[in-house]
Protein backbone atom coordinates (compact mmCIF):
# COMPACT_ATOMS: atom_id res chain seq x y z
CA UNK A 1 0.00 0.00 0.00
CA UNK A 2 1.92 3.27 -0.69
CA UNK A 3 2.05 5.89 1.66
CA UNK A 4 0.73 9.37 -1.04
CA UNK A 5 0.84 12.88 -0.68
CA UNK A 6 -2.19 15.12 -0.77
CA UNK A 7 -1.10 18.26 0.54
CA UNK A 8 1.47 20.53 1.21
CA UNK A 9 1.77 23.10 3.96
CA UNK A 10 3.56 26.25 3.40
CA UNK A 11 4.08 29.21 5.81
CA UNK A 12 6.02 32.52 4.42
CA UNK A 13 7.99 33.92 7.56
CA UNK A 14 7.85 37.81 7.68
CA UNK A 15 10.36 38.14 10.56
CA UNK A 16 14.29 38.81 10.25
CA UNK A 17 15.71 38.85 13.12
CA UNK A 18 18.67 41.27 14.26
CA UNK A 19 20.83 39.01 17.25
CA UNK A 20 23.34 36.70 14.55
CA UNK A 21 24.24 33.70 16.29
CA UNK A 22 27.83 34.36 17.01
CA UNK A 23 28.99 31.21 17.59
CA UNK A 24 27.86 30.03 13.97
CA UNK A 25 30.60 32.97 12.44
CA UNK A 26 32.89 32.08 9.72
CA UNK A 27 35.90 32.36 12.14
CA UNK A 28 34.11 29.59 14.52
CA UNK A 29 34.15 27.43 11.04
CA UNK A 30 36.92 27.90 10.57
CA UNK A 31 38.26 26.32 13.82
CA UNK A 32 35.82 23.28 13.29
CA UNK A 33 37.29 22.82 9.52
CA UNK A 34 40.90 22.59 11.05
CA UNK A 35 40.08 20.09 13.24
CA UNK A 36 38.13 17.71 10.52
CA UNK A 37 41.17 18.28 8.78
CA UNK A 38 43.34 16.28 11.26
CA UNK A 39 40.99 12.99 10.76
CA UNK A 40 42.93 11.26 8.28
CA UNK A 41 39.69 10.18 6.61
CA UNK A 42 38.91 13.97 6.04
CA UNK A 43 38.04 15.23 2.71
CA UNK A 44 35.66 17.53 1.46
CA UNK A 45 32.26 15.93 0.03
CA UNK A 46 31.42 16.69 -3.62
CA UNK A 47 29.73 19.55 -4.65
CA UNK A 48 27.32 18.72 -7.89
CA UNK A 49 25.91 20.37 -10.41
CA UNK A 50 22.81 19.48 -12.33
CA UNK A 51 22.24 21.16 -15.27
CA UNK A 52 20.11 19.10 -17.19
CA UNK A 53 17.37 18.66 -13.90
CA UNK A 54 18.02 22.70 -13.62
CA UNK A 55 16.83 22.79 -17.40
CA UNK A 56 14.27 20.59 -17.24
CA UNK A 57 12.54 22.04 -13.88
CA UNK A 58 12.74 25.72 -15.64
CA UNK A 59 15.48 27.06 -13.12
CA UNK A 60 18.91 28.67 -13.83
CA UNK A 61 21.16 26.10 -12.02
CA UNK A 62 21.11 23.08 -9.09
CA UNK A 63 23.74 22.15 -6.95
CA UNK A 64 23.96 19.13 -4.82
CA UNK A 65 26.31 19.03 -1.56
CA UNK A 66 26.74 14.87 -1.63
CA UNK A 67 26.85 14.10 2.05
CA UNK A 68 26.97 10.78 1.43
CA UNK A 69 30.85 10.88 0.87
CA UNK A 70 31.60 11.56 4.16
CA UNK A 71 34.09 9.92 6.23
CA UNK A 72 32.70 6.56 4.15
CA UNK A 73 29.41 6.68 6.55
CA UNK A 74 26.82 7.25 4.02
CA UNK A 75 25.95 10.52 6.06
CA UNK A 76 26.80 13.50 7.53
CA UNK A 77 26.25 13.75 11.13
CA UNK A 78 29.78 12.61 12.45
CA UNK A 79 30.81 15.99 11.58
CA UNK A 80 29.07 16.88 14.79
CA UNK A 81 30.04 14.03 16.92
CA UNK A 82 33.12 14.11 16.17
CA UNK A 83 33.55 18.07 16.91
CA UNK A 84 32.05 17.68 20.15
CA UNK A 85 33.30 14.78 21.36
CA UNK A 86 37.08 16.40 20.71
CA UNK A 87 35.48 19.30 22.83
CA UNK A 88 34.79 17.15 25.95
CA UNK A 89 37.70 15.30 25.72
CA UNK A 90 39.89 18.24 25.74
CA UNK A 91 37.63 19.46 28.79
CA UNK A 92 38.78 15.90 30.37
CA UNK A 93 42.32 16.26 29.68
CA UNK A 94 42.03 20.30 31.17
CA UNK A 95 43.75 21.08 27.61
CA UNK A 96 42.53 24.36 25.51
CA UNK A 97 40.93 23.89 22.14
CA UNK A 98 43.43 25.49 20.19
CA UNK A 99 45.35 23.24 17.76
CA UNK A 100 42.62 20.06 18.85
CA UNK A 101 44.07 17.38 17.10
CA UNK A 102 42.10 14.17 16.48
CA UNK A 103 45.24 11.86 15.97
CA UNK A 104 46.71 13.24 19.64
CA UNK A 105 43.02 12.44 21.20
CA UNK A 106 42.99 9.14 19.88
CA UNK A 107 46.52 8.26 20.72
CA UNK A 108 47.50 5.48 23.66
CA UNK A 109 48.57 8.45 25.44
CA UNK A 110 45.35 9.44 25.57
CA UNK A 111 43.77 7.02 26.78
CA UNK A 112 46.12 6.27 29.52
CA UNK A 113 45.54 9.68 30.69
CA UNK A 114 41.70 9.69 30.67
CA UNK A 115 40.90 6.18 31.45
CA UNK A 116 37.98 4.66 29.00
CA UNK A 117 35.00 7.26 28.68
CA UNK A 118 31.76 6.03 27.66
CA UNK A 119 29.93 8.02 25.04
CA UNK A 120 25.84 8.05 24.68
CA UNK A 121 23.41 9.05 22.26
CA UNK A 122 19.93 8.50 21.35
CA UNK A 123 19.56 8.39 17.35
CA UNK A 124 17.16 7.59 14.61
CA UNK A 125 20.64 5.97 13.17
CA UNK A 126 23.18 8.65 11.09
CA UNK A 127 24.14 10.44 14.53
CA UNK A 128 24.48 7.13 16.09
CA UNK A 129 26.57 6.18 13.55
CA UNK A 130 28.45 8.85 13.60
CA UNK A 131 28.91 8.97 17.18
CA UNK A 132 30.04 4.87 17.59
CA UNK A 133 32.58 5.64 14.58
CA UNK A 134 33.95 8.67 16.20
CA UNK A 135 34.33 6.65 19.57
CA UNK A 136 35.97 3.83 17.85
CA UNK A 137 38.84 6.10 15.89
CA UNK A 138 39.08 7.58 19.66
CA UNK A 139 39.59 4.16 21.38
CA UNK A 140 36.64 5.01 23.16
CA UNK A 141 33.08 3.15 23.62
CA UNK A 142 29.71 4.65 22.54
CA UNK A 143 26.85 3.42 23.93
CA UNK A 144 23.83 4.98 21.26
CA UNK A 145 19.72 4.27 21.88
CA UNK A 146 17.25 3.74 18.88
CA UNK A 147 13.24 4.52 18.78
CA UNK A 148 11.01 1.69 17.68
CA UNK A 149 11.01 0.62 14.27
CA UNK A 150 14.67 1.69 13.46
CA UNK A 151 15.64 -0.30 10.10
CA UNK A 152 18.33 -3.43 10.89
CA UNK A 153 20.67 -1.72 8.48
CA UNK A 154 20.80 1.20 10.70
CA UNK A 155 21.67 -0.99 13.83
CA UNK A 156 24.09 -3.22 11.93
CA UNK A 157 26.37 -0.15 11.05
CA UNK A 158 26.66 1.01 14.90
CA UNK A 159 26.89 -2.57 15.80
CA UNK A 160 30.23 -3.22 13.30
CA UNK A 161 31.98 -0.22 15.09
CA UNK A 162 31.63 -2.19 17.94
CA UNK A 163 29.47 -0.24 19.93
CA UNK A 164 26.17 -0.87 22.01
CA UNK A 165 23.27 -0.49 20.22
CA UNK A 166 19.77 -0.73 22.33
CA UNK A 167 16.37 -1.05 20.33
CA UNK A 168 13.65 1.06 22.46
CA UNK A 169 10.23 0.42 22.40
CA UNK A 170 9.67 4.73 22.33
CA UNK A 171 9.46 6.95 19.72
CA UNK A 172 12.87 9.83 19.19
CA UNK A 173 12.01 11.93 21.97
CA UNK A 174 11.11 9.56 24.21
CA UNK A 175 14.67 7.43 23.49
CA UNK A 176 16.31 10.79 23.84
CA UNK A 177 14.99 11.02 27.50
CA UNK A 178 15.51 7.48 28.22
CA UNK A 179 19.94 8.34 27.15
CA UNK A 180 19.66 11.26 29.33
CA UNK A 181 18.84 9.37 32.33
CA UNK A 182 21.47 6.05 31.41
CA UNK A 183 24.03 9.30 30.84
CA UNK A 184 22.80 10.44 34.36
CA UNK A 185 22.88 7.19 36.00
CA UNK A 186 26.50 6.21 34.66
CA UNK A 187 28.01 9.16 34.55
CA UNK A 188 28.44 8.61 30.48
CA UNK A 189 28.70 11.59 28.62
CA UNK A 190 25.50 12.37 26.25
CA UNK A 191 26.65 13.89 22.42
CA UNK A 192 22.81 14.94 21.48
CA UNK A 193 22.42 17.86 18.93
CA UNK A 194 18.80 18.03 20.58
CA UNK A 195 18.81 20.92 23.25
CA UNK A 196 16.67 21.81 26.02
CA UNK A 197 17.27 23.78 29.26
CA UNK A 198 20.31 22.66 31.18
CA UNK A 199 21.94 20.95 28.02
CA UNK A 200 23.04 23.02 25.36
CA UNK A 201 26.79 23.19 25.53
CA UNK A 202 27.41 19.96 23.73
CA UNK A 203 24.37 20.40 21.21
CA UNK A 204 26.20 24.14 20.46
CA UNK A 205 29.16 22.12 19.75
CA UNK A 206 27.95 19.09 17.23
CA UNK A 207 26.13 22.53 15.32
CA UNK A 208 29.79 24.02 14.97
CA UNK A 209 30.64 20.73 13.56
CA UNK A 210 27.55 20.73 11.28
CA UNK A 211 29.29 24.55 9.90
CA UNK A 212 32.10 21.89 7.73
CA UNK A 213 29.38 21.44 5.05
CA UNK A 214 28.19 24.50 4.03
CA UNK A 215 31.65 26.26 4.88
CA UNK A 216 32.88 23.59 2.05
CA UNK A 217 29.85 24.43 -0.06
CA UNK A 218 30.54 28.14 -0.28
CA UNK A 219 34.00 27.80 -0.81
CA UNK A 220 33.61 25.18 -3.35
CA UNK A 221 31.55 27.52 -5.74
CA UNK A 222 33.53 30.63 -5.25
CA UNK A 223 36.35 28.16 -6.65
CA UNK A 224 34.75 26.86 -9.97
CA UNK A 225 33.19 30.81 -11.00
CA UNK A 226 29.89 29.53 -9.93
CA UNK A 227 26.71 31.48 -9.05
CA UNK A 228 26.07 32.40 -5.44
CA UNK A 229 22.58 30.18 -4.35
CA UNK A 230 19.14 32.29 -4.53
CA UNK A 231 17.52 29.26 -2.93
CA UNK A 232 18.86 26.91 0.08
CA UNK A 233 16.36 23.55 1.15
CA UNK A 234 17.25 22.61 4.74
CA UNK A 235 15.22 19.61 5.92
CA UNK A 236 14.91 19.46 9.71
CA UNK A 237 14.63 17.00 12.28
CA UNK A 238 15.24 18.82 16.08
CA UNK A 239 16.64 21.85 13.52
CA UNK A 240 20.10 21.25 14.43
CA UNK A 241 21.43 21.21 10.86
CA UNK A 242 19.26 23.99 9.05
CA UNK A 243 20.30 26.23 11.97
CA UNK A 244 24.21 25.49 11.75
CA UNK A 245 24.38 26.27 8.13
CA UNK A 246 21.47 29.01 8.26
CA UNK A 247 23.56 30.58 11.29
CA UNK A 248 26.73 30.00 9.61
CA UNK A 249 24.63 32.22 6.38
CA UNK A 250 23.49 34.85 8.38
CA UNK A 251 26.86 36.14 9.64
CA UNK A 252 28.28 36.60 5.88
CA UNK A 253 26.57 39.42 4.16
CA UNK A 254 27.51 37.56 1.04
CA UNK A 255 25.06 35.35 1.96
CA UNK A 256 22.53 36.20 4.45
CA UNK A 257 20.02 37.15 1.58
CA UNK A 258 19.73 33.54 0.42
CA UNK A 259 15.94 32.15 0.57
CA UNK A 260 16.30 29.47 3.49
CA UNK A 261 13.14 26.92 2.77
CA UNK A 262 13.17 24.40 5.99
CA UNK A 263 11.58 21.24 5.34
CA UNK A 264 10.01 18.37 7.50
CA UNK A 265 7.06 15.73 6.68
CA UNK A 266 3.68 16.62 8.22
CA UNK A 267 3.82 13.73 11.49
CA UNK A 268 7.03 15.46 12.46
CA UNK A 269 6.49 19.10 11.42
CA UNK A 270 7.80 20.33 15.19
CA UNK A 271 9.23 23.79 13.47
CA UNK A 272 6.28 24.25 11.22
CA UNK A 273 4.18 23.85 14.22
CA UNK A 274 6.01 26.24 16.14
CA UNK A 275 5.23 28.36 13.53
CA UNK A 276 2.09 28.36 12.94
CA UNK A 277 1.52 29.29 16.40
CA UNK A 278 3.10 33.01 16.35
CA UNK A 279 3.92 33.30 19.53
CA UNK A 280 7.63 32.65 19.41
CA UNK A 281 8.12 29.45 21.24
CA UNK A 282 8.75 25.82 20.33
CA UNK A 283 5.51 24.19 19.99
CA UNK A 284 6.68 19.94 19.74
CA UNK A 285 4.34 17.46 17.58
CA UNK A 286 3.42 14.39 19.70
CA UNK A 287 2.49 10.39 18.74
CA UNK A 288 4.72 8.01 16.71
CA UNK A 289 6.42 10.49 14.06
CA UNK A 290 5.77 7.61 11.53
CA UNK A 291 7.88 8.83 8.34
CA UNK A 292 9.81 7.95 5.73
CA UNK A 293 12.57 10.13 6.65
CA UNK A 294 13.94 8.74 9.57
CA UNK A 295 16.43 11.38 10.09
CA UNK A 296 13.56 13.93 10.43
CA UNK A 297 11.30 12.05 12.93
CA UNK A 298 11.80 13.95 15.98
CA UNK A 299 8.74 16.02 17.89
CA UNK A 300 10.35 18.53 19.97
CA UNK A 301 12.73 20.94 18.79
CA UNK A 302 16.37 21.79 19.39
CA UNK A 303 16.05 24.91 21.94
CA UNK A 304 18.59 26.95 20.50
CA UNK A 305 18.24 26.03 17.29
CA UNK A 306 14.48 26.87 17.16
CA UNK A 307 15.25 30.66 18.01
CA UNK A 308 17.70 30.98 14.48
CA UNK A 309 14.87 29.26 12.48
CA UNK A 310 12.43 31.19 13.61
CA UNK A 311 14.29 34.59 12.85
CA UNK A 312 16.20 33.62 9.63
CA UNK A 313 14.32 31.16 7.86
CA UNK A 314 12.40 32.32 4.93
CA UNK A 315 9.74 29.66 5.02
CA UNK A 316 8.47 26.75 6.73
CA UNK A 317 6.96 23.66 4.56
CA UNK A 318 5.52 20.49 5.85
CA UNK A 319 4.51 17.79 3.28
CA UNK A 320 4.28 13.81 2.77
CA UNK A 321 6.60 10.93 2.13
CA UNK A 322 5.76 11.23 -1.65
CA UNK A 323 8.38 14.13 -2.00
CA UNK A 324 11.22 12.14 -0.60
CA UNK A 325 10.51 9.25 -2.79
CA UNK A 326 10.42 11.08 -5.81
CA UNK A 327 13.30 12.74 -5.12
CA UNK A 328 15.17 9.54 -4.36
CA UNK A 329 13.90 8.59 -7.69
CA UNK A 330 15.16 11.63 -9.21
CA UNK A 331 18.80 11.73 -7.97
CA UNK A 332 18.99 7.93 -9.01
CA UNK A 333 18.10 8.22 -12.38
CA UNK A 334 19.37 11.60 -13.08
CA UNK A 335 18.28 13.73 -16.63
CA UNK A 336 20.91 13.34 -19.11
CA UNK A 337 24.19 13.99 -18.69
CA UNK A 338 23.66 14.66 -15.17
CA UNK A 339 26.01 12.71 -12.30
CA UNK A 340 24.14 9.80 -10.21
CA UNK A 341 23.79 10.88 -6.24
CA UNK A 342 22.49 7.86 -4.24
CA UNK A 343 20.30 9.87 -1.34
CA UNK A 344 18.44 8.94 1.41
CA UNK A 345 14.67 9.88 2.26
CA UNK A 346 15.64 12.86 4.53
CA UNK A 347 18.39 13.60 2.14
CA UNK A 348 16.45 13.47 -1.25
CA UNK A 349 13.30 15.94 -0.09
CA UNK A 350 14.52 19.11 -1.19
CA UNK A 351 14.75 17.90 -4.85
CA UNK A 352 11.79 16.17 -4.74
CA UNK A 353 9.89 19.53 -3.52
CA UNK A 354 11.81 21.17 -6.13
CA UNK A 355 10.85 19.35 -9.17
CA UNK A 356 6.85 19.41 -8.07
CA UNK A 357 6.63 23.11 -7.50
CA UNK A 358 8.16 23.99 -10.83
CA UNK A 359 6.24 21.53 -12.60
CA UNK A 360 2.75 21.34 -10.99
CA UNK A 361 0.56 24.28 -12.28
CA UNK A 362 -1.58 24.35 -9.39
CA UNK A 363 1.47 24.66 -7.17
CA UNK A 364 2.51 27.85 -9.22
CA UNK A 365 0.92 30.41 -5.88
CA UNK A 366 3.28 28.37 -3.81
CA UNK A 367 6.21 28.55 -6.53
CA UNK A 368 5.75 32.49 -7.29
CA UNK A 369 5.56 32.88 -3.14
CA UNK A 370 8.76 31.21 -2.52
CA UNK A 371 10.45 33.22 -5.29
CA UNK A 372 11.07 30.55 -7.89
CA UNK A 373 11.55 31.25 -11.24
CA UNK A 374 13.93 30.95 -14.32
CA UNK A 375 16.59 32.82 -12.55
CA UNK A 376 16.72 30.54 -9.33
CA UNK A 377 20.23 28.93 -8.46
CA UNK A 378 19.14 26.35 -5.80
CA UNK A 379 21.46 24.43 -3.43
CA UNK A 380 20.49 21.27 -1.51
CA UNK A 381 21.65 19.01 0.81
CA UNK A 382 21.98 15.44 -0.04
CA UNK A 383 22.78 14.68 3.88
CA UNK A 384 22.85 10.95 3.43
CA UNK A 385 23.38 7.96 0.92
CA UNK A 386 20.81 5.15 1.15
CA UNK A 387 21.46 4.11 4.95
CA UNK A 388 18.59 1.56 4.57
CA UNK A 389 19.09 -0.12 1.47
CA UNK A 390 16.21 -2.23 1.25
CA UNK A 391 14.04 0.70 1.47
CA UNK A 392 15.74 2.30 -0.99
CA UNK A 393 15.33 -0.53 -3.45
CA UNK A 394 11.82 -0.32 -2.78
CA UNK A 395 11.48 3.28 -3.70
CA UNK A 396 13.67 3.61 -6.30
CA UNK A 397 12.77 -0.01 -8.09
CA UNK A 398 9.25 -0.45 -7.14
CA UNK A 399 8.03 3.29 -6.87
CA UNK A 400 7.22 2.43 -3.53
CA UNK A 401 5.29 6.14 -1.69
CA UNK A 402 3.72 7.22 -5.25
CA UNK A 403 1.51 9.52 -5.64
CA UNK A 404 -2.24 8.02 -6.97
CA UNK A 405 -3.23 9.60 -10.51
CA UNK A 406 -6.93 9.73 -9.34
CA UNK A 407 -6.07 12.41 -6.67
CA UNK A 408 -5.35 15.67 -6.45
CA UNK A 409 -2.41 17.71 -5.24
CA UNK A 410 -3.35 20.72 -3.16
CA UNK A 411 -1.81 23.14 -1.01
CA UNK A 412 -1.94 25.18 1.95
CA UNK A 413 -0.50 28.99 1.52
CA UNK A 414 -0.29 30.51 4.93
CA UNK A 415 2.03 33.72 6.07
CA UNK A 416 3.15 34.00 9.69
Known amino acids: MSSSIYDLKVIINP?????????????????????????EAYQPTPLFTLNNLAERLGVECIYVKDESKRFGLNAFKAL???YAMAKVM???????????????????EVRE??????????????NGRGVAWSAQQLGQKAVV??????????????????????????NYDNTVRLAMKKAEENSWHLVQDSAWEGYTEVPAWVMQGYMTMIYEAMDQLKANNLGRPTHLFLQSGVGSMPAAI?????????????????????NAACIYNSAVHKDGKRHPVKGDLRTIMAGLACGEPNLIAW?????????????????????MRMLGNPAGKDPRIISGESGAVGIGLLSLLMEKPELTPVKEQLGFDDNSIVLVL????????????DVVWDGKYSLPFNRALTYHLKRS
Do not use: W
Open 307 to 327: DILRDFSYAFVSLEDYFAARG
Open 145 to 170: YLPRGTAGARVDAILETGSEAVVTDL
Open 90 to 108: CRELGLSDDGMDFGYLSSR
Open 80 to 82: GGT
Open 246 to 266: LGYLVNDPETENIKSIIVEPH
Open 113 to 126: RTGPITFITATDGN
Open 15 to 39: SRGFKKPSFLSRQEAETVLKFHKTI
Open 382 to 393: NTEGDTDPDNYL
